[in-house]
């Protein structure tokens, strides 16, 4: 079997190792024989997305971000909506998916449009959210439904109701501090503020999304289980770490 992935602007949006989400989805694909191919795009680039079954958009400083941003809406905006409706499977990370949803304003200078596939908008905050954040989400199985990540973003996103939040925040800061909503959901485009980068972290998750991008092409489809016993440890203990420090500045606060 076969996929196929769009990334984007992976010279100017990789913040924190995003570019670690691309080689786990590769990875993942290559240990069940699935041929996972790469195509990376950047400014000015066209894009047909009909044979795509995947798509990724990385984190970016507001500099990053206003450059592409513009050349999101002029060159990439209709095709990108157009195939999301079609259920293309895409995940964007903090800078990434403030840009999928209305707007962005960044601490400095004006406001940035999104391409609006989230009905969200990320309003500009006072500091920054910065540190480790636990995420539940209510998809993926057992232990692997608390998504580990790291955050920093002066952004606040407060979504709509064209729009699900990825899951709720256990810990940590999320879309804005306050609705204890983390990330969006709209068909298979998945957007969140985990950083980390998250689908090593999280190899669930990456499961699932090539399993959504396999049966959107192929039809009903099982992955054949891989030997993660130690990212399952890591997980275990990070989550425990996580959840102490928690409580430390608890005690300290
Ligand atoms: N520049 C954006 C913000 O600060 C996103 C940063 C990021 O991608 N980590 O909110």
């Not at 057992?142 to 699900?164: A, D, W």
Request: hydrophobic share 35%; proline share 4%; charged share 25%.
């Amino acid at each position: 079997m076969r996929l196929k992935l769009a990334y984007f602007y992976p010279t100017r949006m990789n913040l924190y190792g995003d570019q670690g989400n691309i080689q786990i989805l590769f990875l993942r694909c290559r240990w069940r024989g699935i041929d996972l191919s790469v195509t990376e795009f950047e400014i000015g680039d066209q894009i047909n997305l009909t044979e795509y079954d995947l798509a990724f958009l990385g984190g970016g400083q507001d500099r990053e971000q206003s450059q592409i941003g513009r050349d999101l809406l002029r060159t990439k905006a209709a095709e990108l909506r157009s195939a999301v409706n079609d259920g293309l499977v895409m995940l964007a990370v903090c800078g990434g998916f403030q840009l999928l949803g209305e707007y962005y304003q960044p601490v400095e200078g004006q406001t940035l449009e999104g391409i609006s596939i989230f009905d969200a908008r990320t309003e500009r905050g006072v500091g920054r959210a910065i540190g480790n954040i636990l995420t539940h989400v209510g998809f993926l199985p057992g232990e692997s439904q608390v998504l580990i990540g790291f955050e920093n973003h002066s952004g606040r996103t407060y979504l709509g109701p064209g729009c699900r939040p990825l899951g709720k925040v256990l810990k940590g800061f999320g879309n804005n501090g306050e609705d204890r909503l983390e990330g969006a959901r709209y068909r298979n485009c998945f957007g969140t503020y985990l950083h980390g980068p998250l689908l090593p972290k999280n190899p669930a998750f990456a499961d699932y999304l090539i399993r959504l991008a396999l049966e959107r092409r192929y039809g009903k489809t099982e992955l054949a289980p891989l030997d993660d016993l130690i990212e399952t440890e890591t997980r275990r203990r990070l989550i425990k770490r996580i959840k102490k420090s928690l409580l430390l500045k608890r005690r300290v606060g």
